[in-house]
Nanobody
């Protein structure tokens, strides 16, 4: 069983930054693509970013490209999401997830089979 635990959420003013982390259990972390999704109140869960198993390939939603950076450390079984220039519309619960496999859709939640419990990010003045 894989467990994913997010941390690093909190409250920040517009224009501020946060760094989210996701710690994964298990010895196969480095074999799977990892992703970040978010869900705002009353909205569907949406794709934020994904990173291939090696870390060489990065994927972002257009609106977050340039502001968010995904990275991973396979030696430490962790994946990070650096978020800069945060806006009120970034307020949501952020989830990390492990992809089902290399052929799964990286931008669809259906492409992921293990999820963390989420961490709240609030951007407000």
């Amino acid at each position: 069983q894989v467990q994913l635990v997010e941390s690093g959420g909190g409250s920040v003013q517009p224009g501020g930054s946060l760094r989210l982390s996701c710690a994964a259990s298990g010895r196969t972390f480095g074999s799977y693509r990892m992703g970040w999704f978010r869900q705002a109140p009353g909205k569907e869960r949406e794709f934020v970013a994904a990173i291939s198993s090696s870390g060489r390939n990065l994927y972002y939603t257009d609106s977050m490209k340039g502001r968010f950076t995904i990275s991973r450390d396979n030696a430490k079984n962790t994946v990070h999401l650096q978020m800069n220039s945060l806006e009120p519309d970034d307020t949501a619960v952020y989830y990390c997830a492990r992809a089902r496999g290399d052929n799964s859709d990286y931008a669809s939640s259906r492409g992921y089979d293990y999820w963390g419990q989420g961490t709240q990010v609030t951007v407000s003045s």
